[in-house]
């Protein structure tokens, strides 16, 4: 029932930003945390930040300093700032909800970063 939907992603040099939106629809209501996770190029999908309904926070270290997470739950919107972006930041980006019994995922956005 609930639908994400990514946008913000895109091409930028080293250095520079960008800001990922995810905005949810449906049954929005039931939704508890977002978050964003990643898929580098032969690499895993990786977690880079979640935000619970109340607003704590989590990042991968990875990001940790550069990036931002936040939300409007009235929008049920979750937001990225990535700020300093570094080549390895490059990925396949990932939108996720969390309901009581299933998680949900958006269809991703490319982020691309060169050097």
């Known amino acids: 029932q609930v639908q994400l939907v990514e946008s913000g992603g895109g091409l930028v040099q080293a250095g520079g930003s960008l800001r990922l939106s995810c905005a949810a629809s449906?049954?929005?209501?039931?939704?508890?945390?977002m978050g964003w996770y990643r898929q580098a190029p032969g690499k895993q999908r990786e977690l880079v930040a979640v935000?619970?309904?109340?607003?704590?926070?989590n990042y991968a270290d990875s990001v940790k300093g550069r990036f931002t997470i936040s939300r409007d739950n009235a929008k049920n919107t979750v937001y990225l700032q990535m700020n300093s972006l570094k080549p390895e930041d490059t990925a396949v980006y990932y939108c996720?909800?969390?309901?009581?019994?299933?998680?949900?995922w958006g269809q991703g956005t490319q982020v691309t970063v060169s050097s």
């Open positions: 996720n909800a969390q309901e009581r019994y299933y998680s949900h």
């Open positions: 449906g049954n929005s209501f039931s939704i508890g945390a």
């Open positions: 935000i619970t309904k109340g607003g704590s926070t």
